[in-house]
């Protein structure tokens, strides 16, 4: 199965790093509620159109993880990652009798997979630019806090 980790990038987080090394008590606050806007935009675009909807369970058990400086947005069900990343053919039958597996022939019992859907991946490019905002809201509030010391 394929990594199931999704990033985004954030293009002044440099910048970030460097206000909080320069004033953690004051960018401290300020990026944890960044993380909080950035689950919040995560929840906003899981939507029934991104994520493939047969019963609804899938689409009603994302939760989102958040731990000081980093956050998760990420599915409850256990199947979630077969449905993101597909699942491949079986290897054919095993056959006790003959201690072989039957693979040509019949496809008798052979599961023949199918394609992974990528509903993470359009919630990722959906959310990304309301979270690299959410983050350059961060850095013009970091600067209005510090022109007001």
Same mark, same amino acid.
């Not at 944890?32 to 935009?41: D, G, H, L, R, W």
């Given at each position: 199965?394929?990594?199931?980790?999704?990033?985004?990038?954030?293009?002044?987080?440099?910048?970030?790093?460097?206000?909080?090394? @320069?004033? +953690?008590?004051?960018? &401290? =606050?300020?990026?944890?509620?960044?993380? $909080?806007?950035?689950?919040?935009?995560? !929840?906003?675009?899981?939507?029934?159109? @991104?994520? +493939?909807?047969?019963? &609804? =369970?899938?689409?009603?058990?994302?939760? $989102?993880?958040?731990?000081?400086?980093? !956050?998760?947005?990420?599915?409850?069900?256990?199947?979630?990652?077969?449905?993101?990343?597909?699942?491949?053919?079986?290897?054919?039958?095993?056959?006790?009798?003959?201690?072989?597996?039957?693979?040509?022939?019949?496809?008798?019992?052979?599961?023949?997979?199918?394609?992974?859907?990528?509903?993470?991946?359009?919630?990722?490019?959906?959310?990304?630019?309301?979270?690299?905002?959410?983050?350059?809201?961060?850095?013009?509030?970091?600067?209005?806090?510090?022109?007001?010391?």
């Amino acid at each position: 199965m394929a990594d199931s980790t999704f990033q985004i990038s954030i293009p002044n987080i440099a910048d970030v790093q460097a206000a909080y090394k @320069q004033a +953690p008590e004051i960018m &401290g =606050a300020i990026i944890a509620k960044a993380i $909080a806007v950035a689950a919040a935009n995560m !929840a906003a675009v899981t939507e029934s159109s @991104q994520v +493939p909807f047969r019963t &609804g =369970a899938l689409s009603q058990t994302f939760a $989102a993880d958040i731990q000081g400086t980093f !956050a998760r947005w990420f599915p409850t069900r256990s199947y979630a990652p077969y449905v993101e990343f597909g699942v491949g053919p079986s290897p054919g039958r095993y056959v006790p009798a003959i201690g072989k597996r039957l693979v040509n022939g019949n496809n008798i019992g052979m599961w023949p997979g199918f394609k992974g859907n990528d509903y993470m991946g359009r919630i990722r490019s959906n959310a990304t630019p309301m979270v690299q905002q959410a983050f350059k809201d961060a850095m013009v509030e970091f600067a209005n806090q510090i022109a007001r010391k």
